[in-house]
C-alpha cells in the first residue's frame, strides 16, 4: 500500500524568511497530492493541491512542487507570517477499485516567529 | 459551505464499554472516511466509505467497525474501548474521486478510555 513520510517534524523560522516541507511517497500509481492546514484546536483545511500531470502550481505565498520520477513532491511558503504557524499536512492518494483514499503524512509543525 | 459535523466534541468512556461515533455531512458527498489522530503520528485512515452500505479498510482497522445506512451517515464504533484507543477522531467526507478529491473534516471528537 502507500507509504508517505513528511520532513521535518517541527520547522521553526523567523517571520519573512521562506519555509520547505518535503514528502516522498511510494506508490507511482499515486495521482493526486494535496496539503491540508491545522491550526490549533481547529480541523485541517486544503490548502493547495496537485496533481500528476502537472510539475508546480503557485497560490500567492505558497507554492507546490512535484517531482514523479523521484517520488517526492514539496511545499513552499515565501514571506512567513505569524499566522502560518500549524500543523501541515502532506498526502498522496490511496487507489484501490472502487474508489479513492487519501494517506497522510504524520506532519510538521511550523512555528513563525516575529 | 460544506458541513460535516460530528455527534459529540469530547467523550469519556469505560474499558470494554462499546462507543458510537456519528458523523454527519449536508453536501451529498460519496466519500466518508474515519481517522484518528495522535501526536506524531498524523492522520491515520482508520475506514472509509465510497457509498450507503459499503466499506473499505484503511491502515489501522483492528478494534474498529463502521456503518453506512444513509448517504449522509457514517458511523464509527469501538466494539469494545480500550485504553489504547483514547485519541482525537475526526471525520470527513468528499465527492466522488474524479474529477476532485477534496475532504472536508469535521471538528473531531476527543474520546479517552478510562
Known amino acids: 500500500g502507500e507509504n508517505v513520510e513528511q520532513h521535518p517534524s517541527t520547522l521553526s523560522v523567523q517571520e519573512g524568511d521562506s519555509a520547505v516541507i518535503k514528502c516522498t511517497y511510494s506508490d507511482s500509481a499515486s495521482n493526486y497530492f494535496p496539503w491540508y492546514k491545522q491550526e490549533l484546536g481547529k480541523r485541517p483545511q486544503l490548502i493547495i493541491d496537485?496533481?500528476?500531470?502537472?510539475g508546480e502550481k503557485k497560490d500567492q505565498r505558497i507554492a507546490v512542487t512535484l517531482n514523479k520520477t523521484a517520488k517526492h513532491f514539496s511545499l513552499h511558503i515565501t514571506e512567513t507570517q505569524p499566522e502560518d504557524s500549524a500543523v501541515y499536512f502532506c498526502a498522496a492518494t490511496l487507489a484501490n477499485q472502487a474508489g479513492t483514499a487519501l494517506i497522510f503524512g504524520k506532519g510538521t509543525t511550523l512555528s513563525v516567529s516575529s | 459551505d460544506v458541513k460535516v459535523t460530528q455527534s459529540s466534541r469530547y467523550l469519556v468512556k469505560r474499558t470494554g464499554e462499546k462507543v458510537f461515533l456519528e458523523c454527519v455531512q449536508d453536501m451529498d458527498h460519496e466519500n466518508m472516511f474515519w481517522y484518528r489522530q495522535d501526536p506524531g503520528l498524523g492522520l491515520r485512515l482508520i475506514y472509509f466509505?465510497?457509498?450507503?452500505?459499503?466499506?473499505e479498510k484503511g491502515d489501522i482497522p483492528e478494534g474498529y467497525s463502521v456503518s453506512r445506512e444513509k448517504k449522509e451517515r457514517f458511523s464509527l464504533i469501538l466494539e469494545s474501548a480500550s485504553t489504547n484507543q483514547t485519541s482525537m477522531y475526526l471525520c470527513a467526507s468528499g465527492p466522488p474521486s474524479v474529477p476532485y478529491n477534496e475532504q472536508f473534516f469535521g471538528p473531531g471528537t476527543r474520546l479517552t478510555v478510562l
Open positions: 496537485i496533481r500528476s500531470n502537472v
Open positions: 466509505s465510497y457509498d450507503v452500505k459499503m466499506k
